[in-house]
C-alpha cells in the first residue's frame, strides 16, 4: 500500500467544464481552479492489486500532506517526509520534479502541456474523462485517465496504468476548499512524534 501513496498523488486533482474544446482546455481550466483556492481538502479511496485503503489530502500552493491509517506524508516545497508506522520511521528527502509527479496532485496538471499528450475520450452524460499518455517511455505511470463531474469541475475518479501495467484506482470521495494554513502544518514536527528514527537521505 505504501506504493499505491507514492503514486496516488500524482493526479488527485483536475477539472472540466461544459464547452471545453480540447483536452488542454480541460486541464488549463484544471489548474486555474486549483489555484484559486487557498487550501484543499480531498478525501479518498485508492485500490491496487486488490488493495483498497482510506485517505485524505490536503493542499495548499505547492505544499501538501497525506494521511492515511499507515503513513503520513509531508512537504514544505522543498522537503519531503514521510513517517510509516509499520517500521516507525521517518524518511526526510528533497524530491526531484519527476518525483513530485508521483507525489504531488498537482503536479501533472501543470506539467500536462509539456510531459504528456492530452485526449478527451468518450464520456457519459454530466462528465469529461481526460487521457493523458506520458511522452517519456520510461515513466512509471505511463498513462491516467481523469473522470471529470461536470458540474462540480472537480475529479470523481482516477485510474493509473503503471509501466508494469499494473491499474490504480484513486475513487475522490470528497474535496473541499479551506482557508490559509500555517506552513508547520506541512512539516514533520518530531513532537508530536517521539521515539521514531529520523532517516535523512538527503
Known amino acids: 500500500m505504501k506504493r499505491i501513496y507514492s503514486i496516488l498523488s500524482l493526479l488527485l486533482i483536475s477539472v472540466a467544464a461544459f464547452g471545453a474544446t480540447s483536452a488542454a482546455d480541460v486541464l488549463k481550466r484544471s489548474a486555474d481552479k486549483i489555484k ?11 485500490n ?11 493542499l ?3 505544499m ?3 494521511s492515511s491509517p499507515n503513513m503520513m506524508s509531508w512537504y514544505d516545497g522543498k ?11 521517518v524518511n526526510i528527502i528533497t524530491p526531484t520534479p ?3 509527479q508521483q507525489i504531488n496532485p498537482l503536479a501533472i496538471v501543470k506539467s500536462f502541456s509539456s510531459g504528456y499528450t492530452t485526449q478527451l475520450l468518450k464520456s457519459p452524460a454530466g462528465k469529461s474523462i481526460v487521457r493523458l499518455t506520458s511522452k517519456n517511455a520510461k515513466s512509471d505511470i505511463t498513462s491516467a485517465d481523469i ?9 470523481t475518479r482516477i485510474v493509473l496504468t503503471m509501466s508494469n501495467r499494473q491499474k490504480v ?4 470521495k470528497s474535496v473541499n476548499r479551506g482557508g490559509k494554513l500555517p506552513t508547520e502544518n506541512f512539516r514533520f514536527d518530531k513532537k508530536r512524534y517521539p521515539g521514531v528514527q529520523v532517516v535523512d537521505l538527503r
Not at 484559486?36 to 485508492?46: C, G, I
Not at 484506482?169 to 475522490?172: A, E, G, H, L
Open 36 to 46: 484559486s483556492a487557498e487550501s484543499l481538502y480531498v478525501t479518498f479511496t485508492a
Open 48 to 58: 491496487a492489486d486488490g488493495h483498497t485503503s482510506e485517505g485524505m489530502l490536503v
Open 60 to 62: 495548499q500552493g505547492e
Open 64 to 66: 501538501f500532506t497525506i
Open 79 to 89: 522537503t519531503q517526509w514521510t513517517y510509516s508506522s509499520q517500521i516507525g520511521e
Open 98 to 100: 519527476e518525483e513530485l
Open 147 to 155: 473522470t471529470i463531474d461536470n458540474t462540480t469541475l472537480y475529479p
Open 169 to 172: 484506482t484513486i475513487d475522490i
